[in-house]
C-alpha cells in the first residue's frame, strides 16, 4: 500500500489519496492518469488490470484500488 | 417520421395516450412497438438491419452469459481444484467468451462498414486506378439505414458489458429489441448503456404530470434550438460555404462562429427532444451536452460535447487497447528505451490516436472527417506535452481562478474547435486548409461591418432573432450552472411559469424557420 501510495503522490502531488473518495466521480484523475496508475501497477504489483475493471468504484480511492489490486493478485 | 414534423407529434400522442392507459406490464411493449412503426417511416427494409443487429447481439449475450453460469457452477462443483487448474480452466472458457463476442462484433461493425464506407472504399481505390490508368469501379447504391451508427454502437456496449461481466445478459429478446430502438434515442442518440436505461424501460410508470411537463418543455427548448437558430442561421452559412472563391478570409471566421452556433443548436436540440421525449415515458436517457462552449481546453470540451460517444470510445477502444498485454509490454519496453517520461506516454499515446481515428471514421466516410479527428488527436497531445509550460506560466503571472484569464481560455478554447469543426464545411480537406489560411490573408476584415453580411440571405430580422436566440441560450446555460432551470421555473408562481412557457411556444410558432424549400426534417447527426 505504502508503495502505492507514494506513487500516486508523485502521479498527483496536490491530492490528498489518504481521504479522497472521489478521484473519478470530481475528476481528479482522467483517462491518461488511469492508464498510467495501470501500467505502474503492472510493474509494482506484477498484475493486470483489464478493461472490465476500469470503473469509477475501482478508482475513486486509493484504497479501493489497493482492494482491487489484491482482488486481482488472489484470482491469480 | 422525424422530429419536426407533425406526424410526429400525433404519433408520441397516440402512444403516450396509450402508454398510460394500457396495464403497466405492458408498457414497454407499447414502446417497443411504437419503436418499430416509427423506425418503419423510415422505410420498412431498413427494418432488416437493425433486426439482424438486435437478435445476433441478444443470441450472443446470452450464450457468453450461458458460458458464465456453466464456468461458475463447474467451479462450484470441483471445489478441489488446485489454484493453478482453476485459473487454466477460466482462461480456456473466457477465450470461447471472447471468440463468440469478437464474431458479433465484427459482424455488426461489418454491416456498418459496408453500408457506410464502401462508396468510401470505393472512391480511394478508384483515385488509385486512375493514377495507373485502369478503368474505375462503380459505385454501389446503398442507402444508409436510419441512426445506425448509434443503435449499433449501443447494442455492441451491451454486448461488451456482458462479456466484461458487469451486466447479466437479457433473457427477453423482445425486452432487449427495445433497448436497441427506444424511438427517441434512435435517430441520433445519446448513446445509452443498458445499466443506464434499463430500469426506465421496463419498471411500470404511473402518469406524473409533473415529469411529463417537463419532458414537454425540454422538447420545447429543444425545438427553439432547432428551428428558431440552427435553421436560420444555417441559411447564411451555407451561402457562403457553397462559394469558396467569393466569400474568403473575414467570411471564414464568420462561418466558423456560424456552424459552431448552428451544430450545437441543431444537434443539442435534438438531444433536447430525444430526453424530452424519453422522460414523458418516465426513462430517463443520459445527457450528451453539458455547456460544452464553457470549456476552457480541448479536452474538457470532449468530457462536455458528445459526452455519451466520448465515453463510448474510451471505455471500448481506449482502455482494451492501453491495458492489452502487447501494450503494457510495451510500456515496459518503452520505459527502459525511451525514458520514464516518453516511455509512460507512448500507449496513451498510441490508444488516442486509434480512439481519434474511429471518432474520425464514426462520424463520416470521407478524409474530412479522419483529418478533423486527427487534428483533435494532435491539439490535445500537444496540450497535454505543454501542460507542465501551462502550469509554470499560470502560476508565474498568477491568473489560475482570474476571471479574465478564464474568459481568454474560453474563447481560445470555442475558436480552436470552430476552425477544426471546419473540415466538415468544404468538400476536401485541402480546401479546408486554404480557406482557414485566407482568414491570415486575405484582409477583407471590412466585410464585418460594410453592409456585405446582410448579402448572405439572412436579414436584419434574421440577426436579431438569432442573437435574441444565442442571448438566451447563454443565459438558460449560465442558469444551468446552478441547477436545473425547469425547476427553477418550476418553484415559481403559476402566472409566471405559464407566460414563460408560452412566450418559448410562441417563440417558436412566430421565429422558427417556415417556408417555400425550407426543410426542418433533418438533422445534420441524422446522417450517423
Not at chain 2, 123 to 134: D, E, H, P
Not at chain 2, 361 to 379: E, I, K
Not at chain 2, 421 to 434: A, I, N, P, Q
Not at chain 2, 470 to 488: A, C, D, N, T
Amino acid at each position: 500500500m505504502d508503495e502505492l501510495m507514494e506513487f500516486l503522490e508523485e502521479l498527483h502531488p496536490d491530492v490528498d489519496f489518504e481521504t479522497c473518495d472521489t478521484l473519478i466521480d470530481d475528476g481528479i484523475l482522467d483517462s491518461f492518469d488511469i492508464i498510467t496508475i495501470i501500467s505502474e501497477v503492472a510493474d509494482m504489483f506484477d498484475v493486470t488490470i483489464s478493461a472490465e475493471y476500469i470503473v469509477p468504484e475501482n478508482f475513486n480511492s486509493a484504497q479501493a484500488l489497493y482492494e482491487l489490486i489484491t482482488y486481482l493478485e488472489d484470482e491469480g | 417520421m422525424q422530429f419536426v414534423s407533425y406526424s410526429f407529434f400525433l404519433f408520441l400522442a397516440i402512444v403516450f395516450v396509450v402508454y398510460y392507459l394500457i396495464p403497466k406490464r405492458f408498457q414497454w411493449m407499447v414502446l417497443l412497438v411504437a419503436s418499430y412503426v416509427f423506425y418503419c417511416f423510415a422505410g420498412p427494409k431498413y427494418l432488416i438491419y437493425i433486426a439482424a443487429t438486435t437478435f445476433t447481439t441478444w443470441l450472443t449475450a446470452l450464450q457468453i452469459d450461458k458460458l458464465k453460469a456453466a464456468q461458475a457452477d463447474y467451479l462450484q462443483e470441483n471445489k478441489s481444484l488446485s489454484r493453478e487448474e482453476k485459473k487454466l480452466y477460466k482462461t480456456a472458457t473466457k477465450k470461447k467468451q471472447r471468440h463468440l463476442m469478437l464474431a458479433a462484433l465484427l459482424l455488426n461493425l461489418g454491416i456498418l462498414a459496408v453500408v457506410k464506407y464502401t462508396n468510401f472504399a470505393i472512391s480511394n481505390i478508384n483515385a488509385m486506378i486512375g493514377l495507373a490508368g485502369g478503368q474505375p469501379l462503380g459505385y454501389v447504391s446503398l442507402v444508409l439505414p436510419l441512426g445506425i451508427s448509434f443503435y449499433t454502437f449501443r447494442a455492441l456496449s451491451y454486448l461488451i458489458d456482458v462479456y466484461r461481466g458487469t451486466i447479466p445478459a437479457e433473457k427477453n429478446g423482445f425486452r432487449f429489441a427495445l433497448f436497441v430502438s427506444f424511438f427517441p434515442q434512435l435517430i441520433q442518440g445519446p448513446i445509452s448503456r443498458y445499466s443506464q436505461i434499463e430500469s426506465g424501460l421496463f419498471t411500470p410508470h404511473r402518469l406524473n404530470w409533473k415529469q411529463v411537463s417537463f419532458g414537454l418543455q425540454r422538447m420545447l427548448w429543444g425545438y427553439m434550438k432547432k428551428m428558431v437558430i440552427a435553421d436560420r442561421i444555417v441559411v447564411g452559412l451555407t451561402t457562403m460555404t457553397g462559394d469558396t472563391a467569393a466569400y474568403t478570409g473575414a467570411y471564414v471566421l464568420i462561418e466558423v462562429f456560424f456552424y459552431a452556433i448552428q451544430l450545437y443548436a441543431d444537434f443539442s436540440g435534438g438531444l433536447d427532444m430525444a430526453i424530452g421525449a424519453g422522460q414523458i415515458f418516465g426513462v430517463d436517457l443520459p445527457e450528451n451536452f453539458v455547456r460544452p462552449f464553457f470549456s476552457t481546453s480541448i479536452k474538457e470540451y470532449w468530457n462536455r460535447w458528445h459526452i455519451t460517444m466520448g465515453s463510448w470510445f474510451t471505455d471500448y477502444i481506449f482502455y482494451p487497447i492501453s491495458v492489452c498485454k502487447p501494450m503494457l509490454n510495451l510500456s515496459k519496453w518503452s520505459r527502459t528505451h525511451l525514458g520514464p517520461v516518453l516511455g509512460k506516454r507512448l500507449t496513451v499515446y498510441l490508444s488516442s490516436f486509434a480512439v481519434w481515428l474511429a471518432t474520425g471514421v464514426w462520424h463520416g466516410a470521407s478524409w474530412n472527417f479522419v483529418f478533423w479527428g486527427l487534428s483533435n488527436y494532435l491539439v490535445i497531445m500537444i496540450s497535454q506535452e505543454l501542460e507542465p509550460l501551462y502550469r509554470r506560466f499560470h502560476q508565474r503571472f498568477d491568473v489560475d481562478g482570474k476571471l479574465y484569464f478564464k474568459i481568454f481560455q474560453v474563447g481560445r478554447t470555442f475558436l480552436l474547435m470552430g476552425f477544426l469543426r471546419m473540415y466538415d464545411c468544404f468538400d476536401s480537406v485541402t480546401t479546408t486548409w486554404k480557406m482557414l489560411l485566407t482568414v491570415f490573408t486575405a484582409g477583407n476584415w471590412n466585410i464585418l461591418w460594410n453592409g456585405s453580411l446582410m448579402q448572405i440571405g439572412l436579414t436584419a430580422a434574421d440577426y436579431i432573432i438569432i442573437a435574441a436566440g444565442i442571448l438566451l441560450m447563454f443565459l438558460v446555460s449560465m442558469s444551468q450552472r446552478s441547477g436545473s432551470v425547469r425547476e427553477k421555473i418550476h418553484a415559481k408562481p403559476y402566472i409566471v411559469r405559464f407566460v414563460l412557457w408560452t412566450a418559448l411556444f410562441m417563440a417558436v410558432l412566430l421565429f422558427g424557420a417556415y417556408g417555400i424549400g425550407y426543410d426542418a426534417t433533418s438533422f445534420i447527426y441524422n446522417q450517423f
